[in-house]
Nanobody, 123 residues
Framework: QVQLVESGGGLVPAGGSLRLSCAAS????????MGWFRQAPGKEREFVAV????????YYADSVKGRFTISRDNGRNTAYLQMNSLKPEDTAVYYC????????????????WGQGTQVTVSS
């Protein structure tokens, strides 16, 4: 069972930046594709970004492409989401996700979720 712990959320003005981190308990972290999803109030959870086990393949939602960057450090068992040029519509709870898959990463995510971290962007 993979345990995921997010950190780095907070309140930031529009145009600002934040970096989210996701620390995984799994020693075989490199066997997992890692993803980020978000859920705004009154909306369904949506895909944000995913990265393959090696870091060589990434996919992004159109709404964040060019502003957000997903990365990972397999030596530290940690995934990151660098968020730049934040907009009020990026306000949501952000969730880290893990999927045991060494193939092409799926934007549907896997069965392991963190507890979420709140990101609030003020206008």
């Amino acid at each position: 069972q993979v345990q995921l712990v997010e950190s780095g959320g907070g309140l930031v003005p529009a145009g600002g930046s934040l970096r989210l981190s996701c620390a995984a308990s799994e020693r075989t972290f490199s066997n997992y594709a890692m993803g980020w999803f978000r859920q705004a109030p009154g909306k369904e959870r949506e895909f944000v970004a995913v990265i393959s086990w090696s870091g060589g393949t990434t996919y992004y939602a159109d709404s964040v492409k060019g502003r957000f960057t997903i990365s990972r450090d397999n030596g530290r068992n940690t995934a990151y989401l660098q968020m730049n040029s934040l907009k009020p519509e990026d306000t949501a709870v952000y969730y880290c996700n893990a999927n045991r898959d060494r193939g092409r990463p799926s934007i549907r995510g896997g069965p392991y979720w963190g507890q979420g971290t709140q990101v609030t962007v003020s206008s």
